[in-house]
């Protein structure tokens, strides 16, 4: 399944991504996923009260304090499917535009209270994968070249 093109400009166009849940342990995957969007061109906001920084970037204890520092763009989750309200709430809060929820994590009512209040949101995906899928296309070099 494609991503919808408003989701993919958007990735196109965003510059700094939060990655909520992310482990400066280099065998988690959201330090490979964070690692790779680095990789990508994008700066990399880590939340994590347990992390002081991970892969350069000092680590904010909640989503509330990097938007105190940071334009957070997109929401990247790595936390489990009942949190997904509390971090839906924070990144409307933070003015974010994409909310993403990594593969197994779901929550409809959260998904649809996001929606409501203007975010884009993808549910259940790899950002890596998909910003790889892209890449593979052609698409991606057209701006993050």
Known sequence: ????????ALLKSARTIAVL???SNPE???????????????RVVPVNPRESAVLGE????????????????????????????????????AGARLLWLQEGI?????????????????ANRCLLKEIARL???????EIHG
């Open 58 to 93: 000092r680590s904010f204890a909640s989503l509330h304090e990097a938007a105190a520092t940071a334009a957070i763009e997109v929401v990247d989750v790595f936390r489990r499917s009942e949190y997904v309200p509390e971090v839906a709430r924070a990144a409307v809060a």
């Open 106 to 122: 779901t929550n409809p009512a959260a998904e649809a209270e996001a929606r409501a209040a203007g975010l884009q949101v993808v």
């Open 21 to 23: 849940g992310l482990s």
């Open 28 to 42: 988690r995957p959201s330090y490979g996923v964070a690692r790779y969007l680095q990789q990508c061109g994008y």
């Open 1 to 8: 399944m494609n991503l919808p093109p408003e989701v993919v």
């Open 135 to 141: 890449r593979a296309a052609g698409v991606w070099e």
